[in-house]
C-alpha cells in the first residue's frame, strides 16, 4: 500500500514523496506547469533494500534534474 510522505521542497518547488515498502519502490511527484512529472524507482527483487534507500534514489535523482523541469 502506498503512503505519501511529506513534502520536500528542492529548488524552491514542491516535490511529493510516496512509497510502497512492500513492492520495493518510492516515487516522487513534481508539477510542472498543467503536467506532473514523477520519478519511480523500483527494486525488483527480494529481498529489497529498506524502502529509505530506495527513496533516498528517487530523490536524488529528482534533485538532479529539477532544474530541468519547467515551473
Request: proline fraction near 10%; charged fraction near 20%; include cysteine.
Amino acid at each position: 500500500m502506498d503512503h505519501w510522505m511529506e513534502d520536500l521542497t528542492v529548488d524552491g518547488r514542491v516535490v511529493g514523496v510516496t512509497d510502497s515498502p512492500d513492492l520495493g519502490e518510492c516515487m516522487t511527484y513534481v508539477q510542472s506547469g498543467q503536467a506532473g512529472i514523477t520519478t519511480l524507482v523500483i527494486h525488483h527483487r527480494p529481498p529489497h533494500p529498506p524502502v529509505s534507500e530506495v527513496c533516498d534514489r528517487a530523490i536524488a535523482f529528482t534533485k538532479a534534474t529539477i532544474d530541468k523541469m519547467p515551473p
